[in-house]
């Protein structure tokens, strides 16, 4: 067998990177060349099965906060239930939920923005 000359491409590209510029010092520079770059096609269901799984992440991470704060302010009313002075009792049911107002509407907003962000990817993903 005749021996043959193989050259990866990785090799090809640091032959060209680190000694075609020694072997032609003093030439004038290269022309710059322009690359034509085609969009990579993506499978559909591919990208709608990522956008749902981000949009399901978060509102899972919605759910948690709202859980989170449903047990906080648990036990906040259970600790103002064995108080036995009605005036303190008031203010530290009044302060739990005070704590907790607006859980829900952060859920929403949550829930919203995952929905419309996955409706804008799924979006992207149908087109082309």
Do not use: H
Request: one cysteine or more.
């Amino acid at each position: 067998m005749k021996p043959t000359l193989f050259l990866s491409a990785a090799s090809a590209i640091l032959a060209v990177t680190f000694v075609f510029p020694v072997i032609v010092q003093g030439a004038k520079p290269l022309p710059v060349l322009t690359v034509k770059t085609q969009k990579v096609k993506v499978e559909p269901a591919v990208c709608i099965a990522k956008a749902a799984t981000d949009r399901d992440a978060a509102i899972s991470k919605a759910l948690v906060i709202v859980v989170t704060a449903l047990q906080t302010r648990s036990k906040a009313l259970a600790s103002a239930n064995v108080l036995s002075d009605a005036k303190k009792k008031k203010a530290a049911i009044k302060a739990a939920e005070a704590a907790f107002k607006g859980t829900w509407e952060k859920l929403n907003t949550a829930r919203k923005t995952a929905w419309t962000l996955f409706n804008t990817a799924a979006g992207v993903c149908r087109v082309g």
